[in-house]
Structure formats: structure tokens, C-alpha cells
């Protein structure tokens, strides 16, 4: 595919006037967006299906020999129907050391699963065991695989998302991106590791933690808090906690209450511990210092590694990272909440479809919605080292990660992702690919994939509409209202698309291919939408004749009604640069050869500057021949075939492989 395939589909948003020839809408009533719907939209997706285990906090591992020794008897005798429900018993009865001693248990239930078609439960297990195995899983990937590669995304290439980015930018005239990757700059980042963002309730103060103060004999770093006020838009230069945040031991992963009298933070390395580093709590004093700094306790901090604090809305639930013994991988995230004497409860495991056999690190909690993100490296569709997460709360459950895609997650690390109060712009820590460990902040706005209301589902399938067969491209949704930047996807196999979108919103929709002329369709999202599109497939092969392209008699001058097809044409043609175009202009046999031949190279001549003028693409990729009457479709007896005679072919000439 060329790059510059892609690098047109914003201008085409403001410009592309094309039609779906054949398409039907379900479900999608016209709405005005405003703040206030945004509030009311649809905040939680869907219920997903969920796996519960009792067990995960009370017992470490489970066994019960006489039940497997009956599970593998009646396995050899092939009673399936009795395996499943004792098989689902048992495997309901996991400790944390069963998934990754027990795999295979959960694999042959996923197997039982599929065998009686409960294909969700049998991906759900198929994902357990790809998030905790230690063995080879090959073959359980290639059943997943099989299961989800109608469901799952395909995102393009990240290149290709910013070469068209940077070519925005040049298109002076034109709504520029509102950009990505956009690092907060000298006040903020330091030559050494900056990291950890928070930002207070009314996002006017960000804390972070930095490696910047360097010192001692070994010429150690020493983390330390930081923060930076808002002043007009613009952050000012950071400045350290000092003391007694800041210490001669490690302090960092800040999180403020939302009043701001209450700092949760991470020290690490402090007589006082537990562990490594534990979480500890700071009351902001009346004169505006800081004192009181308290450990939180053996409920919470463990002889290990415990950090990066979070709170819950009702600053009832206090989320974190560990690196405790009996967790699933290197690092979990794990939960704590008040009881009702105030105290702090004994800290749990926050199970198998968060945590995974590798690290899960930074969890924030978003500071209005129930939607956890966190960053990971051992869940599924990882785009590089660590990548960053979402996961709704419904009905009590966390639901599985989803990773909120290219925009945010490169093929380096990201960490400690936080978002506004009002959900327009991230913060959060980042490395390049060839450098894992020096981390940098950055900001901009958030992408749809991250955004915690994009849970209104908006799915299609795309087909031919002479076979019925489904068809390969690249779809493309542009948000109208907001400007939020949303990640293109390539089709699926079946022909199927899908997005999560923001509810009460206008969206343009534009799929792109060479098999067939771009389409273009504007969606006033209301609710999950399905979309049918159908279009018909260009045979390069013959050329093409479209019923609006007549020219009025003895005239060359293009008319409103050509437009529209010739629209198509122009954009087509910038979407495929490699591709070239002849322009054959023919007329009836009626009147002097010699002026019709003149005329149709007119007319010829006359589509060949509005495509120009229309996409500015150079003179040498369009031929405009004027044939005249020379090549008659039909003999001329009646009107109609003087009618049918009078013409302009278009032939798309594709590049020679």
C-alpha cells in the first residue's frame, strides 16, 4: 500500500462529497452535541462476560487429587459432558499459584468450551492462559487467534499515521492535528529520568517524580517530588517538594486528595518501612507546609516493593503496585479500601484479567468515571515494551484491558498515565525504543482510544455489491465536534470494522481502497450503530461511463451536477498516486466531424484541469484524448443512441506490479 494512501483522509473530511451507492444506517438519530450531552452520554460499556474466583485472596493454590483423578477418568472415556461442569468446578476454585502451575487446566476448559460452542467463555479462558502461561503456547495462541480475528483490531501501521500528522501540518488552509508525542519541554523534563504525573482536582498543579538531583560519592540519583503550577495555559518551571517530603531516601508516585490536604506517595529505603519502598500519607499543615508523614501500615505495605498510589473517587480505594511474594508475575496491582473504623483493609490481589505472569505497574484511577488504566506488559495486543491499558468497572467487575492504541503506546515504554478532571488531555512518562530507561513526561490531547467515554460501539461490515463477498481497506472515523484524533484501522478479514466511540457526537466515516472510490458517510452517533455498506468494486479492465457526466449540446463548461462524480475521481486519484487516468471524450455523428472532434477534446481537456484544480495533482498523471464521433458505441437510429454515443470514458490505469 503507498504511504500517501493515507495521507489524505483529513482533507478529505473537509472536501470528499462522495456517495455509498448502496447503504443502510441502523440505529442513528440526528442529535447537537454540547458539554452538557457529553455528561450525560453513555459512560460504561456493555457487560462483558466474566470469570469469577473466590479463592484468589484467601488460599494460594488449590487441590483436590480426587477430583482430578475423576476429571482425567472420564476425559479418557471421552464424557465430555461430564468433564465440563466438574472441570468448571474445579477451575473455579483457584488460588494465584494455580494459573501458572495449572494452565493446562484452563486450557482444556477453554477447549470443552469451544467444543460446545460457548465461543466468548472459551476466549476468555484462551486468554488466561496466554496472560499466565510459562510454557510454549503456540497452539493455544493459534486457537485465539482463530476466535478473534474477526473481532479483533488492525490498526495501520503507526509510520503511516504520522507521516500523515506531518503532513497536516504543511496544509496551511486546512484544520491542523491537534498533534501526539508532544513532550512537556525544559520546565518540566531534565536531562535525567522525570516520570509519575499527577495532577490535583483542578489540574492547575502537576507532581511528578524525578531522578534529577544527583549527588554523593557514587554520583548516585536521588528521587525526589516535584510539582509545576499552571499559569495561563502554560507550566512553570518545576520545583522540588523539599524537605520533609523529600528526603535523603527515595520519594516519588505523588497523589493528592482532592481537597489537597492529603498526599499519598511512595519512599523508599526509610528506617520506618516495610519493605523496599512502601506508601506513606502527608497532611498539608495550615501554614502550607507539609507534615505528618505516616506510613500506611502492614495492611497495605508488604516486605517488598509498594508504590505508585491512586485513588478512588470516593477516596475510599487506594489502587497500587507490588512486587509481593505471591502475586501472578513481577510486579500486580493490588487494592485496599476504609473500613468503617476508618483503618486501612488488609491489601488484595486485583486477579487474572488484570494482572498477568509479567509487570503491571502505575495504575490510575480516572477522577469522574470508573475506568482504571495501568500499564503492562504482559497483556495481549501489546504494541511495544510496556504499553499503557483501560478497564471498565460494570456491575462490580473489571473488565478485560483493552490497550488504547497506537497514539499513546509506541514501540517504547509507557508509564503513569493520568488524565485532566476533564478528560481533554494526558499526561504521562514515555521512552524512546533505543533508550528503555530515560523516561520524559508528555501531554496532549487525548486520543479516542483513550478516552473513557468512548464506550458507544459503532460496527459495519463492508461488501461488494454484485458478490456479496466481503472487501479489504483502510477506514478512517474523524470526529466533527470535538477534534479528537481517533486511530485509522484496516478492515477486518470478514469485512467487518469496528470503534468505540463518544455518544452524542457528530463523526465522519471515510473507507478507503483501491478496489473501489472512496466513501464517505457523516454518523450523528445515538446509541451502538450498525452500519451495512455495500459499494461496487472498479474493473480496471473497461472503462467507465457515469450517467451525470453530460455535457450540455455544443458546450464544454463542467456543470454542479458532474461535480460530485468528478470529486470522486479527483480524490481517488490523490488517495493513489502511482495510479494514472485517461480522460475519453466521444460525441454523437451528428454535425461536422471536425467540430466534434474539437468539442469532445474540449470536454476532455475541461475534466482534466477540474481534477487538477481540485486535488493539484501534476498534468503528466491524466490523459485527455477527444475522439469525437470515431468510436461509436452504437449505430445511431434513435435519440437514445445518439444519446448513449455522446460520452466521457474514464479509464484508471493501475502501476505494473
Request: overall charge negative; hydrophobic content about 35%; some cysteine.
Amino acid at each position: 500500500m503507498n504511504r500517501l494512501f493515507l495521507l489524505v483522509y483529513f482533507l478529505l473530511t473537509l472536501l470528499l462529497p462522495a456517495t455509498v451507492q448502496a447503504q443502510q444506517i441502523k440505529h442513528v438519530d440526528p442529535s447537537d452535541v454540547s458539554e452538557a450531552n457529553l455528561q450525560v452520554a453513555k459512560s460504561q460499556p456493555d457487560p462483558e462476560l466474566h470469570l469469577d474466583f473466590p479463592n484468589l485472596n484467601k488460599i494460594p493454590y488449590y487441590r483436590d487429587r480426587k477430583k482430578l483423578s475423576l476429571i482425567h477418568r472420564l476425559e479418557k472415556r471421552k464424557q465430555y459432558n461430564k468433564v465440563l461442569p466438574l472441570l468448571e468446578e474445579y477451575v473455579h476454585n483457584f488460588g494465584v499459584e494455580n494459573f501458572y502451575k495449572d494452565t493446562q487446566l484452563l486450557w482444556r476448559l477453554g477447549q470443552l468450551h469451544e467444543r460446545q460452542g460457548n465461543v466468548e467463555k472459551a476466549k476468555a479462558l484462551y486468554r488466561l492462559v496466554l496472560k499466565h502461561h510459562r510454557s510454549d503456547v503456540r497452539n493455544v495462541m493459534s486457537y485465539y487467534d482463530s476466535l478473534e480475528q474477526n473481532t479483533k483490531d488492525y490498526y495501520v501501521p503507526l509510520d503511516y499515521y504520522y507521516e500523515l500528522v506531518e503532513y497536516r501540518k504543511s496544509i496551511v488552509s486546512f484544520k491542523p492535528p491537534q498533534g501526539v508525542y508532544l513532550n512537556m519541554g525544559n520546565a518540566i523534563n531534565s536531562p535525567y529520568a522525570d516520570y509519575g504525573p499527577t495532577l490535583n482536582d483542578e489540574n492547575e498543579v502537576l507532581i511528578f517524580t524525578s531522578k534529577r538531583n544527583v549527588g554523593g560519592l557514587q554520583n548516585r540519583s536521588n528521587e525526589d517530588l516535584f510539582y509545576s503550577k499552571q499559569n495561563n495555559g502554560f507550566w512553570e518551571e518545576a520545583q522540588s517538594f523539599g524537605k520533609p517530603i523529600n528526603s535523603i531516601y527515595n520519594e516519588g508516585s505523588g497523589c493528592l486528595s482532592r481537597d489537597g490536604k492529603t498526599l499519598y506517595f511512595a519512599r523508599c529505603e526509610s528506617p520506618d518501612g516495610y519493605g523496599n519502598c512502601d506508601i506513606y500519607i502527608a497532611t498539608r499543615q495550615d501554614d502550607g507546609s507539609w507534615g505528618q508523614i505516616k506510613n500506611l501500615g502492614a495492611n497495605v505495605n508488604s516486605p517488598a516493593w509498594d508504590s505508585q498510589p491512586t485513588l478512588s473517587k470516593q477516596e475510599d480505594t487506594l489502587y497500587f503496585a507490588s512486587d509481593r511474594l505471591g502475586g501472578f508475575g513481577l510486579s500486580d496491582i493490588y487494592f485496599t479500601y476504609k473500613t468503617k473504623s476508618g483503618n486501612w483493609a488488609p491489601a488484595q490481589n486485583m486477579g487474572p484479567v488484570i494482572n498477568t505472569r509479567e509487570s503491571e505497574v502505575s495504575p490510575f484511577l480516572h477522577p469522574k468515571f470508573q475506568v482504571l488504566y495501568f500499564s503492562s506488559r504482559g497483556q495481549l495486543n501489546n504494541f511495544g515494551d510496556f504499553d499503557i491499558y483501560k478497564t471498565y468497572l460494570v456491575q462490580r467487575h473489571w473488565q478485560e484491558p483493552r490497550n488504547i492504541g497506537p497514539l499513546v503506546n509506541g514501540r517504547g515504554s509507557e508509564y503513569y498515565f493520568t488524565i485532566d478532571a476533564g478528560s481533554k488531555n494526558l499526561y504521562y512518562a514515555r521512552s524512546e525504543a533505543n533508550d528503555i530507561q530515560n523516561l520524559d513526561l508528555y501531554s496532549f490531547p487525548l486520543p479516542m482510544e483513550a478516552h473513557p467515554l468512548a464506550v458507544t460501539k459503532v460496527e459495519g461490515i463492508l461488501t461488494d455489491s454484485v458478490t456479496n463477498k466481503p472487501l479489504s481497506a483502510v477506514i478512517s472515523v474523524i470526529d466533527m465536534d470535538n477534534g479528537i484524533e481517533i486511530s485509522s484501522k484496516y478492515v477486518r478479514p470478514d469485512g467487518s470494522f469496528e470503534f468505540n466511540l463518544i455518544d452524542n457526537t457528530r463523526y465522519m466515516i471515510l473507507i478507503q481502497s483501491p478496489d473501489f472510490f472512496t466513501i464517505e458517510r457523516e454518523l450523528e452517533l445515538r446509541g451502538d450503530t450498525s452500519l451495512d455498506i455495500m459499494t461496487s468494486v472498479i474493473d480496471y479492465s473497461i472503462p467507465m461511463v457515469f450517467e451525470n457526466i453530460e455535457f450540455e449540446p455544443m458546450q464544454s463548461d463542467i456543470t454542479p451536477d458532474m461535480e460530485p462524480i468528478l470529486d470522486e475521481v479527483a480524490y481517488f486519484m490523490i488517495d493513489h498516486p502511482t495510479h494514472r487516468l485517461e480522460i475519453a471524450g466521444h460525441t454523437d455523428s451528428a454535425g461536422d466531424p471536425d467540430f466534434n472532434l474539437t468539442l469532445s477534446q474540449d470536454r476532455a481537456d475541461a475534466i482534466k484541469r477540474y481534477i487538477e484544480r481540485k486535488v493539484n495533482i501534476g498534468t503528466e498523471r491524466i490523459d485527455a484524448i477527444g475522439y469525437g464521433s470515431s468510436k461509436p458505441i452504437r449505430e445511431e437510429v434513435t435519440e437514445e443512441d445518439r444519446r448513449i454515443n455522446r460520452r466521457v470514458e474514464f479509464i484508471i490505469i493501475k502501476p505494473r506490479n
